[in-house]
C-alpha cells in the first residue's frame, strides 16, 4: 500500500491535508487560521458549576459555552494534580516536581464530584473532544503527552502497550527498555509504532516529552484561568507523527514556510524519510493536480455512487447516522439474487469504512445493508467490514447484522464531523436550483457508455451534449473520444444542441431512439 500526504495552505486561511492511499482518498483534515480547542490541548481551567446529578462539573476554559468534565473523567490521580497546581501557584520549583511528589490516594471510582471539586476551583485539563454542535468541549484531568512512540502519564507507574503489538518478546522486551529509562511518578503507554525500535530512539521520545511536561509546569507558574497552557502540534505535525511509516512514497507541500517545518520535523523523527518532502511549485492548484479536488466532489454528499452502479444514500441525524445501501438499476447477475446481494454488500463495506474516515463519521453509526438469506453470507460480510475498518485509527465496535439485517457500528468522535457541500449553482437557472458538480460529468458519461455497451450490447449509439461538452471530448491529439474507441472498441457519434444546459446529456441508439437509463 502506497500512501501520499497532500498539504494545501492558504495564508490567512488555513491549511487541508489529504491522505491517499493507493491514489485514493481516505483523510482529509481541515486546520483554520483562528482554529482553538484542539484535541490534546492542555487549559487551565476554573470549576464554573458544580452538578451532583450528572455527576459532572462546568469548566470555564475559555469557550463561549462551559466545557463538560464528568467524574469518570477526573482520572484516579486528580487529588495529586490538585496539589501539584497549588504547590506551583504558591511558588514551589516546578523542576522534577512531579518526580519528587508524594501522591494521594486514588478517588474512589464510586465518588462523587461534590467530594473532589469546588466551585472557583482552578483545575489543569485536557481536550479530550473538541466543540460540536452545540456543545462546548468535552475534557479530563487524567492528563497525557503523546509522542512518536510513547505517551507519558503524569500521577503513573504503570507501563501498558498497544494490543496491535502482538508478539509477546516484542512486548517484554519493550517494557524492559521503558522499565529502564521512566522516572519516578511517570506512567508510560507504548504506541504500535514502537515495535522494533531501539533504545535510542525510545529514550529520545521520552526525552521530548519529559521536556514538554517540564514547560507545562513553568508556565502553570504565570498562567491566567481560562487559558492555554500547554498546546498539541498543528494538525499536519499530529497526523505525520501518528500515521508516519516506511508505506509513504511522497510528502507534497505548496507552502515554502511549512514545507521547511515539515521536513525539518521529518527528518527529527524520521531522518531516512527526509527525502520523500517536496515542494509543490506548479500553478495549478496542488489538489486538482493531484486529482483531490475531484475525489472529494465525488465522495462528499447525500448520495455517493460506487463502481459497480450501486449506490450509498448517507444521512445525518443529531444523535446517529443512516446509511443505506442500495444496488441501483445495474446487476451483474440476475440469476443469482444472493450472490448479487454478497457483491454489492462488500462493495459497500468497502466504501462505507472509508466513507468514515474521511468524513469523521463519529457516534452510532446504522448501515442497512441489502438483505442476504444464508447466514454464511451475513458473517462472511461481517468479518470484511471489520477487515475493512481495521486500518481506522479511531475507536469504534462492530456489531453483528441483528435479525433485520442492520449493522451497528460506534466509532470514535472527537472532533466535529467533516461535511463538506458538493453541489453548484446550476448555470441555466441563475441559482434557484443544484446539480451535481460539473467536475465528475465526463465520469458520469462514460459509466453509462459503458453499461450502454458493455452490459446492454447497443450498437452506433450517439451521445447528445451541450456544444461546450462536445469541445471537450473532441479536443486534444489523443481526445476522449478516441480513448473511448480503444476502451469500448467503437466509435461514438456525438451531436450537439445549444438548448441543453451544461451538464445535460443523452444517448441515441442506431434507430435514433433515445436510451432510457
Not at 470555564?60 to 496539589?83: C, I, M, N, R, T
Not at 442500495?326 to 454478497?342: F, L, M, P, T
Not at 471537450?472 to 466509435?491: P, T, V
Amino acid at each position: 500500500m502506497v500512501k501520499e500526504l497532500i498539504i494545501d495552505s492558504v495564508p490567512n486561511k488555513g491549511v487541508t491535508i489529504a491522505l491517499l492511499q493507493d491514489k485514493q482518498l481516505v483523510e482529509l483534515n481541515e486546520e483554520q487560521v483562528d482554529d482553538s480547542f484542539s484535541v490534546g490541548d492542555i487549559y487551565l481551567g476554573r470549576i464554573k458549576k458544580i452538578m451532583p446529578g450528572l455527576n459532572a462539573a462546568f469548566v470555564d476554559v475559555g469557550y463561549e459555552k462551559d466545557a463538560f468534565l464528568h467524574y469518570l473523567d477526573l482520572g484516579p490521580q486528580v487529588l495529586s494534580l490538585l496539589k501539584l497546581t497549588r504547590m506551583i501557584k504558591n511558588g514551589s520549583s516546578h523542576e522534577k516536581i512531579v518526580q519528587n511528589l508524594k501522591r494521594e490516594k486514588d478517588i474512589d471510582k464510586t465518588g462523587k464530584i461534590s467530594q473532589v471539586l469546588k466551585r472557583n476551583m482552578l483545575l489543569p485539563v485536557q481536550i479530550a473532544k473538541e466543540p460540536i454542535s452545540t456543545k462546548g468541549p468535552r475534557l479530563s484531568s487524567d492528563l497525557s503527552i503523546a509522542g512518536r512512540f510513547l505517551v507519558l502519564v503524569p500521577f503513573s507507574n504503570a507501563i501498558s502497550i498497544s494490543k496491535r503489538i502482538k508478539g509477546n518478546s516484542e512486548r517484554k522486551r519493550l517494557k524492559k527498555i521503558v522499565e529502564s529509562i521512566k522516572p519516578q511518578n511517570f506512567g508510560v503507554i507504548i504506541r504500535t509504532v514502537s515495535e522494533r525500535k531501539g533504545v535510542k530512539e525510545l529514550q529520545n521520545d521520552l526525552e521530548d516529552l519529559l521536556s514538554k511536561w517540564e514547560r507545562f509546569t513553568e508556565k502553570l507558574t504565570d498562567a491566567k484561568p481560562a487559558h492555554r497552557v500547554l498546546g498539541e502540534m498543528d494538525r499536519a505535525s499530529t497526523i505525520l507523527r501518528d500515521i508516519l511509516t516506511d508505506e509513504f512514497s511522497h510528502i507534497h507541500v505548496n507552502d515554502q514556510v511549512m514545507y521547511e517545518e515539515t521536513k525539518a520535523y521529518v527528518n527529527g523523527i524520521s531522518p531516512d524519510l527526509g527525502k520523500i518532502v517536496k515542494y509543490y511549485k506548479h500553478k495549478e492548484p496542488i489538489f486538482e493536480h493531484f486529482g483531490v479536488i475531484r475525489q472529494i466532489k465525488g465522495s462528499f454528499g447525500r448520495t455517493v455512487n460506487l463502481q459497480g452502479g450501486a449506490y450509498l444514500v448517507i444521512e445525518h441525524t443529531e444523535a446517529l447516522h443512516v446509511i443505506d445501501v442500495n444496488s441501483g438499476n445495474r446487476v451483474s447477475n440476475k440469476e443469482n439474487q444472493e450472490n448479487n446481494a454478497v457483491m454489492v454488500n462488500k462493495e459497500a463495506a468497502r466504501e462505507i469504512a472509508r466513507q468514515l474516515r474521511l468524513r469523521d463519521m463519529g457516534g452510532i453509526v446504522v448501515i442497512d445493508f441489502i438483505d442476504m438469506h444464508i447466514a454464511a453470507n451475513r458473517k462472511e460480510l461481517y468479518a470484511y467490514l471489520k477487515e475493512c475498518m481495521a486500518t481506522d485509527r479511531a475507536r469504534h465496535t462492530i456489531l453483528p447484522p441483528s435479525k433485520f439485517g442492520l449493522v451497528q457500528i460506534t466509532r470514535q468522535r472527537v472532533r466535529p464531523e467533516m461535511s463538506i457541500t458538493t453541489s453548484e449553482k446550476c448555470p441555466t437557472c441563475e441559482g434557484t436550483g443544484k446539480i451535481r458538480s460539473s467536475i465528475l460529468l465526463v465520469d458520469d458519461i462514460e459509466n453509462n457508455l459503458a453499461y450502454i455497451l458493455q452490459e446492454q450490447n447497443e450498437k452506433n449509439i450517439t451521445l447528445c451534449v451541450h456544444p461546450y461538452i462536445e469541445a471537450y471530448i473532441k479536443s486534444g491529439f489523443i481526445s476522449k473520444r478516441i480513448k473511448w474507441l480503444f476502451k469500448f472498441g467503437q466509435w461514438i457519434k456525438l451531436k450537439s444542441s445549444s438548448s441543453y444546459h451544461l451538464t445535460e446529456f443523452h444517448f441515441l441508439n442506431s434507430k435514433k431512439e433515445e436510451i432510457t437509463l
